[in-house]
Every structure is written in C-alpha cells, then in structure tokens.
C-alpha cells in the first residue's frame, strides 16, 4: 500500500504558498486538537465591524509557522548555527502556541474558564500531543516554555517581536482593511540578528521597529479595542454569565426552572468551576476542551434566544441581530451620577434592579505598544553596541508608546424600551 503524501503546499492569501516542512508537522495539523482552531475566530466578535474579520486561529498559526521558518533562514544565513532538529521545534512551538485558545479567542478567555490563560492550555495540550507522538514535540515544548539553553528560540515564539505578533499584525491587516496597520514583516525579519544567543535588530531596522510599534498601537485602538467591539463582547461576556446563573439555579432549586439548553462540551464548563490543577488530574476535562470552539456558543445562543428567562432571551436576540449596546468612552473615570442616571432609564424600560448588571457594563480598555520591563526589542549598532529601542530612536513617539494608556467605558442597552424585545 502506497505511504501517504505529506509534503503538502498551501496557498494562503497573506504570504502565497506556505509548505508544511515534515511529515510530523503535516500530522500535527492533521490532528483534531489543532483542526478545531478552523472553528475559532482570531478576532472574536470583529467582524460586526469589518466584515471581512472572519479569518481563524488555524490561518494564524499556519502564518506563523510560515514566518518562524523565513526567520530561521535569515539567521542560518548570517552564519549561526541553527540545526535541522531546532528548526523543526521552533516552527512546532509557533504552530501550536494558540492551541490553548477557546471559543472565540481572547473574548471569553477568563469567563467560560477563570484565571486559566489560553496559554497554560496550550502547554498541557502540547504535553498530550507529546505522549501522542512518543516524545517529538519535547524540544518544542522547552523552547515554548523558555527552558531551551538557547533563550532565542523562545524570544521568536513569545516576546515583542515574536512571530505571533508579526503574522496576526498581517493577517488582521488584510482580512479587516485596515491599511494603516500594515507592518513590514519581511523587512523586519530579514534585519533579525543574534548576539549571545539573544534576539537583537540590525541598526538599519530602526524604521521598520518605529512602524511595527505605531501600527501595533493604531491596531490595538482600530480593531481589537474598538468600541462596537466592545460593545459586542460586553454582550456575549453577560450572555455566558446569565446562562451560567441559570444552570446553577436549576441545579440547586426544587422549582420547575426551564432547563438551560448546552452542548456537553460547554456544559463541562458552565456548570462548575475548574482549576488548572482539575485539568492536571482529570483527562476528562482536557478532552471537553478541546471539543469546544465557536460553534457551541452560537448553537447555544440561538437555543437561548427562544428562553423563558427574559434575561437570556433579550441579550440573545439583540447579539444575533446586532442590535448591539450604547458606549461611551472616556479617559477618565465615569462620574456615578451618569452611571445611576443610565440605571434609571433601564429601570423605566422593565429592567428588575437585580438585572441591572446584565445591561449595563462599566470597564476599562487598556494598551500600550511597547513594554521595555517585560522583554526589550534590542537594537545592534553599527558600532557594535546593543541598546533599546526606545533610546535607539530619534521619533519622541517610541518613547510615549512605553507608556501605559487607559480608556473607560460604560455601554448599556439605550433602546431596550424600544424594541419588542421583552417575548415570552
């Protein structure tokens, strides 16, 4: 029986064809863990603002890989040695970073799951896969981690200019339309250099480090913290809350309550709290995870909007018609006046005050370009010193990008009382 053929191109619209390197690269994609990320958004709730937002987590981290190899190439090409076997593990590492992420990426990250970073999933799926594939993915795994003697590799995979950033820069650039975002990837990563085994910028890649900074922020603010997106995930985030109130009233009260239809990978989760540490121990709940994407809470939400409890069913039918929450921003603080002013007129409109919190949402949006204290990007001069960006360039903008910025929010449901929402 002929062997299956695994060298495999794919035509991807941001970088043309992108070719899976090895056959354990082509059985990793081929697995359902990583096939699931075809269900996840990159970008959530955004395409109620750019239609075209409807690329996934699998795009994304097959982009990724694509840049980890060019990057790879580019340092083998300034004479460091990189061996086949780390080659390989890099572009795994990359590949499977975002394994970890649940339904709609970012959005619900800390809500169908608290205090569990998409991150800490992705480790112990790669674990999972690692004894799936005898052991193939250990060196992957440590330079994921940042336990690999060579902290370059994990630099490229996790830092502030990791390929992550450089692919979902592109990527969310091309499916949105947002041109102003554009950064210049293939410039940046052909002045990638090492010095000690760290990741560090050729001195003529200043230009292109000022522009991925600027468009960073201009995306942060554009897209992934855009107000109508906010709005949007403000919504699904109670959506989740309120169906999670109801599961576990009905499992605590004698009274006939309308059940609260889920699928049973969902249900795992809104029904009780789960650690890290139940996922360390109970295989169980790795396996539920990894079958839930996007598609559970849309078949959920359009379950929900034909439920008895107004709560649910209201929050429902707006999210599926977009008839998304009022916002305003500001760059201070909301006075508690305007707070209890909106509550007021939800109150007029029907709205019990123990309901109040599931229509009016306050937070706080928060982004900076550039964090110097966490990891640096590095800058090799010509006269061989390595210094910061921050301090390598002469724009005054680099150094404000440093800086902390926070926008407060308020949205609520300003048209409640006028729209014939309130169906039994």
Not at 51 to 69: E, I, K, N, V, Y
Not at 73 to 99: N, P, V
Not at 232 to 252: K, P, Y
Not at 268 to 290: G, N, V, W
Request: hydrophobic share 40%; charged share 20%.
């Amino acid at each position: 029986m002929a062997s299956q053929n695994k060298k495999k191109i794919l035509n991807d619209p941001v970088y043309g064809f992108i070719t899976l390197p090895n056959d354990l690269t082509f059985d990793l994609v081929e697995h359902p863990y990583f096939q699931r990320l075809r269900r996840i958004k990159q970008l959530g709730l955004s395409e109620l603002v750019y239609p075209g937002a409807l690329h996934t987590r699998f795009h994304h981290a097959l982009g990724a890989m694509h840049l980890m190899g060019q990057a790879i190439q580019t340092l083998r090409g300034k004479g460091h040695r990189i061996t086949e076997t780390e080659c390989d593990a890099a572009q795994i590492a990359i590949l499977l970073h975002d394994i970890g992420h649940g339904p709609f990426s970012h959005v619900l990250e800390y809500t169908i799951l608290e205090g569990i970073p998409h991150e800490r999933l992705s480790l112990l799926l790669m674990h999972e896969l690692n004894r799936q594939f005898n052991g193939a993915l250990t060196t992957a795994i440590r330079m994921f981690e940042g336990t690999y003697p060579r902290p370059f590799f994990h630099q490229l995979v996790s830092s502030q200019l990791d390929m992550d950033r450089m692919d979902y820069l592109n990527r969310d650039c091309f499916y949105t339309g947002v041109a102003e975002g554009t950064i210049g990837a293939d410039r940046i990563i052909k002045m990638l250099d090492l010095v000690d085994d760290q990741l560090v910028v050729e001195g003529k890649g200043i230009l292109s480090i000022e522009n991925f900074l600027s468009s960073r922020r201009l995306m942060y603010w554009q897209v992934y913290l855009h107000k109508t997106s906010l709005c949007a995930e403000a919504m699904l985030v109670q959506i989740m809350r309120r169906a999670r109130f109801l599961l576990t009233q009905n499992a605590g009260s004698q009274e006939n309550i309308p059940p609260v239809f889920t699928t049973p990978a969902l249900l795992t989760f809104l029904s009780r709290k789960i650690t890290i540490e139940d996922f360390q121990e109970h295989p169980a709940y790795l396996a539920a995870f990894s079958r839930l994407d996007d598609y559970d809470i849309w078949t959920c939400i359009k379950f929900w909007s034909q439920h008895p409890d107004r709560v649910l069913s209201t929050l429902c039918r707006m999210l599926l018609d977009r008839r998304l929450f009022k916002i305003m921003m500001s760059d201070e603080p909301f006075a508690g006046q305007l707070v209890a002013e909106i509550e007021q007129q939800l109150l007029k409109t029907g709205v019990q005050p123990d309901e109040l919190s599931y229509f009016l949402v306050e937070g706080v949006a928060t982004n900076s370009a550039y964090l110097p204290s966490i990891d640096n990007i590095n800058i090799k001069m010509k006269d061989g010193r390595i210094i910061d960006i921050a301090d390598a360039s002469d724009l005054p903008g680099i150094k404000a990008l440093t800086n902390m910025v926070k926008r407060y929010y308020v949205c609520w449901a300003k048209n409640l009382g006028q729209q014939p929402v309130w169906l039994v």
